[in-house]
């Protein structure tokens, strides 16, 4: 069986032709079925990161999270375990335990940041000078990656002003030695 002599120009010719086609329906598409531009986007998603304001907006509250220690004399442990529960996926509460994809959080309380031996921690959190306050927990479980930019930490916080002290009365609750109360 003989080829025609212009069998390659066909399919050359044919596959051209299709692809002309495919993107003069594409265009006549965009123009029939122009989607709507939004002023505004239909939802959010809560990134941790805040906008930038503009003049029309009106003066934004304070970011950041609520004074806790007025709520650590009264917060509730127990409460703050079941907080936790959020955790421990990624980390262990008791003592002896072994870390996780984060760190055991047994004697956090008064710890050195970044100080747990045997984890290695992101450069963000080495960075860090000091001890885990009850100030410094507070802040870190409202934003950590606002905190301590450059963390591996992928939780977004834990934006409750209530569970977060019952978390930090429970993580207390977890250190051998635990810095006093304010008041104490």
Sequence with gaps: ????????????????????????????????????????????????????????????????????????????PAAGERVARKCIGCHVFEQGGANKVGPVLFDTVGMDIAGHDGFNYSGALEEIEGVWTYEAL????????GWAPGTKMSYNGLKDTQDRADLIAYMRQMTSNPPPLPGE
């Design 1 to 76: 069986m003989a080829k025609d002599a212009l069998f390659w120009n066909k399919v050359a010719g044919a596959v051209l032709t299709a692809g002309l086609g495919a993107m003069v329906i594409g265009s006549l598409s965009g123009i029939l079925y122009a989607p709507e531009q939004l002023e505004q986007p239909a939802f959010t998603i809560a990134t941790g990161e805040t906008a930038m304001a503009t003049a029309d907006d009106a003066p934004a509250e304070p970011v950041g999270p609520e004074d806790i220690l007025p709520l650590l004399a009264s917060a509730d």
């Design 138 to 145: 507070n802040e870190f479980l409202y934003d950590p990656k």
